[in-house]
């Protein structure tokens, strides 16, 4: 098995189908399932589709997460929300996905207002500016010794990108193509994460240089600024409301 697509959704499964195929249809060469986790699975999985239901424990979508990658047999494993949609670019990725040369396949996505977001690949901008997850293809091993913190909410996969970015055991390749749209509508635009700040100066301590460590301090003590500074050119840019 070349890919498994994880998708939780709470009631909407028929697009997670729907996704299913699209994938399927984009990587013909590719072996791929599908493993959908919503808390009413239909009783019987589809062969055909290459579908497997999972009942959700309802312990959040990074539960759900590793739910679907408990039982999960593809080599890589991608990610997806029930508001996300692949994109051709994902074709680009075949033979890679085939002949399992990379550990991590990190892509543009597209965001809903039509704007590319390319992934950063400097460890020190991972911690303030994650990866976009629709973007990333992990190899399944990978994610066995670099699993989600599951006591974080909405930050578990940046704590997870940013070891395995660091990781030199690791081998990421970052790819010019955007391989899906990212939903804006998520969880994470909705609900902060109250316990990343408790491991971000660690792990930032970990996984950064001592010089890399005092640009990380330097760039927090300012973060606030830059944050207001940027709200303030998104509101001008919107213009006065009607």
Not at 85 to 112: I, K
Not at 135 to 158: E, P, S, W
Request: charged content about 20%; hydrophobic content about 45%.
């Amino acid at each position: 098995m070349n890919l498994s697509l994880i998708i939780p959704t709470l009631d909407r499964v028929d697009t997670a189908r729907f996704l299913a195929a699209r994938v399927r249809a984009l990587l013909p060469e590719l072996s791929v399932e599908a493993i959908i986790v919503t808390p009413d699975p239909p009783r019987e999985d589809d062969p055909a589709g290459g579908i497997r239901y999972v009942g959700d424990a309802r312990r959040g979508v990074y539960g759900a997460y590793a739910q679907g990658l408990r039982v999960s047999q593809g080599e890589y494993v991608w990610f997806m929300g029930d508001d996300d949609y692949p994109l051709d670019g994902v074709t680009s990725l075949t033979s890679s996905l085939r002949s399992a040369a990379v550990d991590v396949v990190v892509a543009p996505v597209v965001l809903s207002n039509g704007h590319v977001f390319k992934q950063r690949r400097s460890v020190l901008l991972l911690h303030f500016m994650n990866w976009c997850q629709q973007g990333v293809i992990y190899r399944r091993r990978v994610l066995a010794r670099h699993r989600f913190f599951r006591r974080l909410t909405v930050q578990a996969d940046q704590y997870v990108n940013i070891l395995l970015r660091s990781d030199p055991a690791v081998r990421v390749v970052f790819t010019s193509q955007p391989i899906c749209v990212f939903g804006a509508g998520g969880v994470s635009s909705r609900i902060r994460d109250v316990g990343y700040p408790l491991v971000r100066v660690p792990l930032a301590y970990r996984t950064l240089g001592s010089s890399g460590f005092v640009l990380f301090r330097l760039l927090v003590a300012v973060e606030p600024l830059i944050k207001r500074l940027f709200a303030r050119i998104l509101l001008g840019r919107q213009g006065p409301s009607s």
